[in-house]
């Protein structure tokens, strides 16, 4: 493919990317100005631009039941002729006014949803069927003059089409329609994560995981099906009214190719404040880049921005290559080590370091999302009032000392592995005396009657000694495995002791 087609594919795509961002501003009342969106551009992508900005501001004016004029944008965009002005007016009053309370193809469209710089999608009901679903219909102005914008809509339809997942909306069909291309897709009655995000503000850590989790998850199926999302931002991410992430708009989505299949794959993709560094620097989105996106998302969530806020091209790609994300402890001290770790993981600047795709992304997130639950309230629901079992705390580990009957007590230790977050291990254990030789024979008889855990020799403070221990994966520990493993420990460790030396020194 030639160097201009690519180059003019690149220029569609830039434009897109701030067509998405003017879009979240009208979403959220910002109203913001088309002239800021459209400085620092040569003078075709200004012109392609503006043609798209007009028309997204009178969309929205549209649905605000509010009466755009030609005149409203004449004198404040000279470039453009009156007739193209009148044309992008009268495209989105005649859009309107064709298909609400009307029927297009078995599709009688209810109401309008949401409109954006691809299309706009109305909740529809099908009248073979007989159900509600949401019906994504291509601009008229890119359906008409705009080939390659045809292409990627129908792209979508294929890309969806292949992947059946909880957490990705369901495709049922593509079609077109008397020159109208056209989606339909499963409704979900909710709101997007930007929405959700917008209205409610930073999320609590393990509503904020979980929800990340469902989106890696519908990732992972995916990235299995050999698909790249390529833009993975909020605004494509649906949340039922029961919890449930899905993720959708597969309209970038492209199939992992193997290297010189595509020339188009170093072509800028996505949406500028959620594209990881390497893609600025001409490297081909994959895998990885859709998880560092994932982690964008996350952070979004927790902190409830994106950590970038310059607003050209240029100032985010040079952020993105120069800049690591602000930890999020930082921004809010109350959020865990572990879960300040995954966001580090997932927003890696280089992508060998971040987990290599979605699926090692879920099985990260899984972990951490156990791992919300410190230890101090496992131990509290563990034990509730039982005055026999006190605790104290040093950083991440404790000591947990049980009273045992004949004024004898034993004290249990709790510590996580250093390992990755989500091969961390949680080990207790209790000391009972001093490893020496002349109780080796003893100590491996008395092995054999130990019921829960093992007797090993594990070097404390410089000295070999005999321990009861126990492991458990540390994201997914229960608090009543941590009451038995204690109490059980802690007396078959005193019994070990007695039996060995008849004394009570742990």
Same mark, same amino acid.
């Given at each position: 493919?030639?160097?201009?087609?690519?180059?003019?594919?690149?220029?569609?795509?830039?434009?897109?990317?701030?067509?998405?961002?003017?879009?979240?501003?009208?979403?959220?009342?910002?109203?913001?100005?088309?002239?800021?969106?459209?400085?620092?551009?040569?003078?075709?992508?200004?012109?392609?631009?503006?043609?798209?900005?007009?028309?997204?501001?009178?969309?929205?004016?549209?649905?605000?039941?509010?009466?755009?004029?030609?005149?409203?944008?004449?004198?404040?965009?000279?470039?453009?002729?009156?007739?193209?002005?009148?044309?992008?007016?009268?495209?989105?009053?005649?859009?309107?006014?064709?298909?609400?309370?009307?029927?297009?193809?078995?599709?009688?469209?209810?109401?309008?949803?949401?409109?954006?710089?691809?299309?706009?999608?109305?909740?529809?009901?099908?009248?073979?069927?007989?159900?509600?679903?949401?019906?994504?219909?291509?601009?008229?102005?890119?359906?008409?003059?705009?080939?390659?914008?045809?292409?990627?809509?129908?792209?979508?339809?294929?890309?969806?089409?292949?992947?059946?997942?909880?957490?990705?909306?369901?495709?049922?069909?593509?079609?077109?329609?008397?020159?109208?291309?056209?989606?339909?897709?499963?409704?979900?009655?909710?709101?997007?994560?930007?929405?959700?995000?917008?209205?409610?503000?930073?999320?609590?850590?393990?509503?904020?995981?979980?929800?990340?989790?469902?989106?890696?998850?519908?990732?992972?199926?995916?990235?299995?099906?050999?698909?790249?999302?390529?833009?993975?931002?909020?605004?494509?991410?649906?949340?039922?009214?029961?919890?449930?992430?899905?993720?959708?708009?597969?309209?970038?989505?492209?199939?992992?190719?193997?290297?010189?299949?595509?020339?188009?794959?170093?072509?800028?993709?996505?949406?500028?404040?959620?594209?990881?560094?390497?893609?600025?620097?001409?490297?081909?989105?994959?895998?990885?880049?859709?998880?560092?996106?994932?982690?964008?998302?996350?952070?979004?969530?927790?902190?409830?921005?994106?950590?970038?806020?310059?607003?050209?091209?240029?100032?985010?790609?040079?952020?993105?290559?120069?800049?690591?994300?602000?930890?999020?402890?930082? @921004?809010?001290?109350? *959020?865990? +080590? %572990?879960?300040?770790?995954?966001?580090? !993981?997932?927003? =890696?600047?280089?992508? $060998? #370091?971040?987990?290599?795709?979605?699926?090692?992304?879920?099985?990260? @997130?899984?972990?951490? *999302?156990? +791992? %919300?639950?410190?230890?101090?309230?496992? !131990?509290?629901? =563990?034990?509730?009032? $039982? #005055?026999?079992?006190?605790?104290?705390?040093?950083?991440?580990?404790?000591?947990?000392?049980?009273?045992?009957?004949?004024?004898?007590?034993?004290?249990?230790?709790?510590?996580?592995?250093?390992?990755?977050?989500?091969?961390?291990?949680?080990?207790?254990?209790?000391?009972?005396?001093?490893?020496?030789?002349?109780?080796?024979?003893?100590?491996?008889?008395?092995?054999?009657?130990?019921?829960?855990?093992?007797?090993?020799?594990?070097?404390?403070?410089?000295?070999?000694?005999?321990?009861?221990?126990?492991?458990?994966?540390?994201?997914?520990?229960?608090?009543?495995?941590?009451?038995?493993?204690?109490?059980?420990?802690?007396?078959?460790?005193?019994?070990?002791?007695?039996?060995?030396?008849?004394?009570?020194?742990?």
């Amino acid at each position: 493919m030639s160097g201009t087609v690519s180059e003019s594919l690149a220029t569609a795509r830039r434009v897109d990317a701030r067509c998405d961002e003017f879009e979240q501003a009208l979403a959220a009342s910002q109203s913001p100005d088309i002239e800021s969106f459209l400085t620092g551009l040569a003078a075709q992508e200004r012109e392609a631009l503006l043609v798209e900005l007009l028309g997204l501001e009178v969309d929205f004016r549209v649905t605000r039941r509010e009466q755009p004029a030609v005149s409203d944008y004449a004198l404040r965009f000279p470039e453009l002729s009156a007739e193209q002005i009148a044309a992008v007016v009268d495209n989105s009053r005649r859009g309107e006014d064709t298909l609400i309370g009307r029927k297009l193809h078995i599709y009688q469209c209810v109401s309008l949803v949401g409109a954006g710089a691809m299309g706009r999608v109305y909740l529809a009901m099908h009248d073979d069927l007989q159900r509600h679903c949401a019906l994504k219909i291509l601009s008229p102005r890119r359906g008409t003059c705009d080939a390659e914008y045809v292409a990627r809509f129908h792209q979508e339809g294929q890309a969806a089409a292949a992947l059946i997942h909880p957490n990705i909306v369901t495709l049922h069909a593509v079609g077109q329609m008397a020159g109208t291309h056209f989606l339909e897709m499963e409704y979900i009655p909710g709101r997007s994560l930007q929405q959700l995000i917008r209205e409610e503000g930073p999320l609590p850590a393990d509503r904020a995981l979980r929800l990340a989790t469902m989106v890696a998850d519908g990732l992972a199926a995916a990235h299995r099906a050999g698909i790249v999302h390529r833009d993975v931002k909020p605004d494509n991410v649906m949340v039922t009214r029961s919890g449930i992430a899905k993720i959708g708009d597969f309209g970038l989505a492209k199939r992992v190719l193997t290297a010189g299949d595509d020339p188009l794959a170093n072509v800028l993709c996505g949406t500028p404040n959620y594209m990881a560094p390497e893609l600025f620097q001409g490297q081909a989105a994959s895998p990885a880049s859709d998880v560092y996106a994932l982690g964008l998302c996350l952070f979004q969530m927790l902190i409830g921005r994106v950590p970038w806020r310059e607003v050209s091209l240029s100032e985010l790609a040079r952020s993105g290559r120069t800049e690591t994300v602000p930890n999020i402890r930082d @921004l809010r001290p109350e *959020l865990s +080590l %572990e879960l300040a770790e995954c966001v580090t !993981l997932l927003t =890696a600047p280089n992508p $060998d #370091r971040r987990p290599a795709d979605a699926a090692a992304a879920s099985l990260l @997130l899984h972990a951490v *999302l156990g +791992l %919300e639950r410190d230890l101090e309230s496992l !131990l509290i629901e =563990a034990f509730g009032n $039982d #005055r026999a079992v006190t605790w104290v705390c040093d950083g991440e580990n404790y000591c947990v000392t049980r009273q045992l009957p004949g004024n004898r007590q034993q004290r249990v230790f709790l510590e996580p592995t250093p390992h990755a977050v989500h091969e961390r291990i949680l080990l207790l254990y209790s000391t009972c005396c001093r490893a020496t030789p002349s109780y080796y024979e003893q100590a491996l008889l008395q092995n054999a009657v130990v019921l829960h855990g093992s007797l090993a020799i594990r070097e404390i403070d410089g000295q070999k000694m005999f321990v009861v221990i126990n492991a458990y994966p540390r994201s997914t520990v229960a608090p009543e495995e941590i009451r038995r493993s204690v109490l059980e420990i802690a007396s078959e460790a005193d019994q070990v002791e007695q039996h060995l030396t008849g004394q009570d020194q742990n």
